[in-house]
Structures are given as C-alpha cells and as structure tokens.
C-alpha cells in the first residue's frame, strides 16, 4: 500500500500565524485567553488547551478584566476592541491580513453604498467568526447570503455590492453571482454598471487549493480527508475530493476510519483544510500503515 500526504494541505499562513503567536505567549505566560476557537480543529484546540489556552466567549469577555485574549485569524468587529479597551484588556491580534485587508474593503464599500441607498451582501455562513467580523463593519446591515432562499433578503431594485467570505467556495461565489445578475434584470427589466459590483474575496491559498485537490484526488484510489466538522472550509475542499473521486472519506481524526474502506492494493491520499494540521495528517497515515502491517501479518 502506498500512503501519500498531500503536501499542499494544511494549514494557511493565516492560522499557522494564530497559532504561533499563541504558543509564543503561552511560552512567557501559562494562561491566555482566545476568543472563540483558534482553529476549527477539536484535535488540535484540545493540544493547545493542555498549553494553558483558554477558549472564551463574547459574553465572557464582557467579563474579564486585566489580562491578556488572543484574536484569532477570523478577525473580529469593531466592537471587540471597543470591549478591550473599555476592561483594560491587552489584545494579541493574530487577524490574518488577507482578513484585516476584507474588513477594511467592506467598511469602505458600506460607507460608499449609504449614499446610494445601496446594500452590502456577503456570501458566507452566518454567525461564522469571519462573516461577524465583516458584518460588524457596516454596523450589522449587511445581508449574509449562503442559499437561495436568502437571496430573498436582498432588495434588487437597488444597488448591490457582493463580498465573499475568504473561505468559500470560487464554484459557489460565481454561481451566486449569476444569480444575482438575473434578479436584477428581472427587477429592473436590465442591469447598468451600477446595480452591481461583484467582489470575488475569496483567499487565493483557499481558492488555489481546489484545482491542486482535484489532481490529487485523480491521482489517488481512495482519499482521507482530514478536517474538523465545524470547519467551513473543510466542508468546501470535502466535496472538490469527492467530486472527482466516490471513495473519498471525511474523518475528524484516525478512530473514524473505516478499515474496509482501504485494501491493499490501493494508493491513499491524505489531504485537509486549511484549519488541518500536518501532525494530525501525519498520525492518521501512521495508522493507516499500521493497519495494513497487520493486514499483511495476519495473512502469512
């Protein structure tokens, strides 16, 4: 059996940026505090929760006082440093720039668009930590768009500019930016230059990782993919697997896979999302070689 890591997997500079600083503070000071999960991993929150991070909540910050909180690569809105400010709390900003770069894109889109009695719409998962962060840009007006039945929010008869989420699909982002295009005709009876001003913001390392995933999948008989169930990007590079190859698998970590999945024969691709780290890649594929050194054991 051959077992092959997918060497474009893995963390993005944003998370990996996270979670050194993380490691870096904890190493001068036990405890620091993060708001909200520094990664969508529960393998790898659990690792650095052993370091002395701590994982809080909004409401809990509204509580603290004095100390130190990490903000993760998602970013947060202006009302986060508001809180900080506010509670004397020191704020180790690990915001990945790809991020800080969207926030300030949409807080000046937002500004332009109030005297257009324009709208600003995102195409992410709402209540996600990086769509709170936009949306606290343009004081909570934007609308968050993820199904078709959202669009319904969206008045198309007046302006509208479009943003994505960084880690959405490029597949999905221009489907909905199809869709919108014909509201707006539908609406207006055609579209001008105005109506509409479409933002593909989706993070390059994100979108480049789709084509690089398929050839990896073609490439393999049978694909492990790695990532943590909360994780919005993983749920996105998931499908780009399976899309080229059936017998792709989801796992969180190496108990959920299935030996009859696998047999000997096969060449096994191990990939992930960008919130997956390459050491848990690396267990799982240990066990996978395992198995098969067992497999062939029992068959002498």
Known sequence: MEVTID????YCFGVEYA??????????????????????????????????????DREDLRCLHDCKVLIRAHGEPPET????????????DASCPV?????????????KMQDQDGQIVIYGKKGHAEVIGLTGQT?????VVMDDEDLEQIDFSRPVTLFSQTTKSTKGFYALKQKIEERIREAKG????????????????????E????????DNDVIIFVSGKKSSNGKALYQVCKGV??????????????PNWIVPEDKVGICGATSTPMWLMEQIKEHILFFDTRTAEAEL
């Open 245 to 258: 190859n059936s017998r792709s698998y989801f796992v969180e970590n190496e108990q959920d896979i299935n």
């Open 190 to 209: 055609s579209m001008e230059e105005l109506d509409f001003n479409a933002n593909d913001s989706i993070c390059r390392q994100v979108s480049n990782r």
């Open 139 to 143: 004081l909570e007006k934007a609308i």
């Open 19 to 56: 979670i050194k600083m993380a490691e870096d503070e904890m190493a001068d000071d036990r405890k620091l505090y993060c708001l909200g999960d520094i990664v969508h991993n529960d393998m790898e929150v659990k690792r650095l929760s052993k370091k002395g991070l701590v994982v809080i």
């Open 81 to 92: 440093y508001r809180t900080a400010i506010e509670n004397n709390i020191e704020l180790i």
């Open 211 to 218: 084509p690089q995933l398929q050839k990896f999948s073609e």
């Open 99 to 111: 991020v800080l770069k969207l926030q300030h894109r949409v807080k000046t889109a937002f500004d």
């Open 7 to 10: 060497k474009n997997s893995g």
